[in-house]
């Protein structure tokens, strides 16, 4: 959720640069939904922030459950380094189980 409390796909976040991949993520949405009640396989989501770009591995960044992450600035960004650093933490030392998470900066 984005601060005025709606998904991104639905806020006043949108960045419409994003519209060529919107089908895709509404389809993942779509996913995330279907799983959501499912009790009987543990299953996670990871979600990146808004922007999700190549830049440099920090190895620091927060995480958060269904909100996205905004920065002081407003910005929300994480880098595919870092993205790809907590899908690895996750599969090796799971620490959510049939919910959505999300990291960011």
């Given at each position: 959720?984005t601060?005025?409390?709606?998904e991104?796909?639905?806020s006043?976040h949108?960045?419409?640069?994003?519209?060529?991949?919107?089908n895709?993520?509404?389809?993942?949405r779509?996913?995330?939904?279907l799983?959501?009640?499912v009790?009987?396989?543990?299953?996670?989501?990871?979600?990146?922030?808004a922007?999700l770009?190549?830049g440099?591995r920090?190895?620091t960044f927060?995480?958060?459950?269904?909100?996205?992450?905004?920065?002081?600035?407003?910005?929300s960004?994480?880098?595919?380094?870092?993205?790809?650093?907590?899908?690895?933490?996750?599969?090796?030392?799971?620490?959510?189980?049939r919910?959505?998470?999300?990291?960011g900066y």
């Amino acid at each position: 959720m984005t601060p005025e409390g709606k998904e991104y796909l639905d806020s006043s976040h949108w960045d419409k640069a994003f519209d060529p991949y919107r089908n895709a993520i509404l389809g993942t949405r779509a996913l995330y939904y279907l799983l959501k009640p499912v009790t009987d396989l543990d299953w996670v989501f990871l979600a990146p922030s808004a922007w999700l770009r190549p830049g440099q591995r920090t190895g620091t960044f927060r995480t958060g459950k269904d909100d996205m992450l905004f920065a002081a600035d407003g910005t929300s960004s994480i880098s595919n380094e870092d993205y790809a650093l907590a899908l690895i933490e996750e599969v090796i030392t799971p620490q959510h189980h049939r919910e959505r998470f999300t990291v960011g900066y």
